[in-house]
Each structure stands twice: as C-alpha cells, then as structure tokens.
T-cell receptor, first 110, second 110 residues
Framework: GQNIDQPTEMTATEGAIVQINCTYQ??????LFWYQQHAGEAPTFLSY????GLEEKGRFSSFLSRSKGYSYLLLKELQMKDSASYLC???????????FGAGTRLAVHP | ETGVTQSPTHLIKTRGQQVTLRCSSQ?????VSWYQQALGQGPQFIFQ???????GRGNFPPRFSGLQFPNYSSELNVNALELDDSALYLC?????????FGPGTRLTVT
C-alpha cells in the first residue's frame, strides 16, 4: 500500500526552530518533496530530496533517509508568515505521480 | 508565481450536475496532473496527461475524466456530481523534477 504519515498539528514560537517529520511506505520512490500551503492557496515547492542526506536552502532544510523511509523539514528563525500547512509528498510510479501526506498545520506564535 | 492559472476560482453545483474545470500553463510543459484536496487533507492524485493522452490514474471512478490540449491547457470533467466531490481541485504541470501547482478551483456540491 501507499502511506505517508506526518503530525497533524505543531506550534512554535517566532524565532525558534521546528522540525516536521514524515515517514513513508510507497510501492515506488523517485524522490520526496516538501510543499508549503497557506489556507485556500496552491501548494508551493520548498524542497526535493532524491538521495540520502541534508539539503539546505536558506531558512529551510530537508533530510532524507531512504532505508528508513523517513524525512524531515527543518525551519529555522521562524516567522509569523511561516504559519501554514506543510505537505510531504513522494514521487511514485512510472509516471511520477505525487502521493501526499495529510499535511502538518504549523502555527507560529509571537 | 508558478505561471499556472485555473478557472473558475469558485463554483457551486447541485448533486447530479456536471462540471468542467480548466487549467493552463505559460511554461510549455507536456505533462499535467490533477489532484483533489478535501478540507484538512493532502491532495489526492486523480490522473495525469502527457502529450494529450492519459498515462496514469488514481483511485477515482470513470465519471472523472480529462483532456489535454496542444496549447498547454487541460480540463477536468466530473459527471453526476456527488456531495463528496466538494473539494479544492488542483492542476499541476511537470517541471524538471517538481510540479507547479495552480491556485485551484473550490467546488461545492449541494
């Protein structure tokens, strides 16, 4: 089966660091994505991991362990505008469909 | 800004009716996917089109159908609407490795 798990909700303080975990079990794997989605808007691309290790991009970093079926998204120096849903998605199948988790709603407080 | 547009933004239909949603891209990519996102859930893959042919389908019934046109536009058609079809419908065009999402169409079925 296809399964992607991530926490439903998280809260954090402005200026802090937060880590959002994602575990996956899929029949194929061609890469893992993190998207940010503000309420009522389209998902926007944050990061892509296809090899094990850490990818850093400004305040955002993403880690992948393929052997463990595990990824995390690390957000540093949190800002109020980072309050959003964060979607973990796996590229799977011969035609590269995206399989999404349910998303993690992050609330950043002053 | 992803260069992907969708119309209409919002739509209200009655159970049993039919609906057509539209999507277009400024990018010139050949592959488009459609997703259904229920409230509080991650997007669910409906189907994918490559060069005007369907080349992958998720777990959706045949009353969900689509078209892709040579001018980098696509349609999603849903027949015999049901209440559970109420959702945000997203289209996404395939880039080098990421998918570029449109802003979505919010469909409400009453």
């Amino acid at each position: 089966g296809q399964n992607i798990d991530q926490p439903t909700e998280m809260t954090a303080t402005e200026g802090a660091i937060v880590q959002i975990n994602c575990t996956y079990q899929t029949s194929g794997f061609n890469g893992l994505f993190w998207y940010q989605q503000h309420a009522g808007e389209a998902p926007t691309f944050l990061s892509y991991n296809v090899l094990d290790g850490l990818e850093e991009k400004g305040r955002f970093s993403s880690f992948l362990s393929r052997s463990k079926g595990y990824s995390y998204l690390l957000l540093k120096e949190l800002q109020m505008k980072d309050s959003a849903s964060y979607l973990c998605a796996v590229f799977s199948g011969g035609y590269n469909k995206l399989i999404f988790g349910a998303g993690t709603r992050l609330a950043v407080h002053p | 800004e992803t260069g992907v547009t969708q119309s209409p933004t919002h739509l209200i239909k009655t159970r049993g009716q039919q609906v057509t949603l539209r999507c277009s891209s400024q990018s010139g990519h050949n592959t488009v996917s459609w997703y259904q996102q229920a409230l509080g859930q991650g997007p669910q893959f409906i189907f994918q089109y490559y060069r005007e042919e369907e080349n992958g389908r998720g777990n959706f019934p045949p009353r969900f159908s689509g078209l892709q046109f040579p001018n980098y536009s696509s349609e999603l058609n849903v027949n015999a609407l049901e209440l559970d079809d109420s959702a945000l419908y997203l289209c996404a065009w395939q880039g080098a490795y990421e998918q570029y999402f449109g802003p979505g169409t919010r469909l409400t079925v009453t």
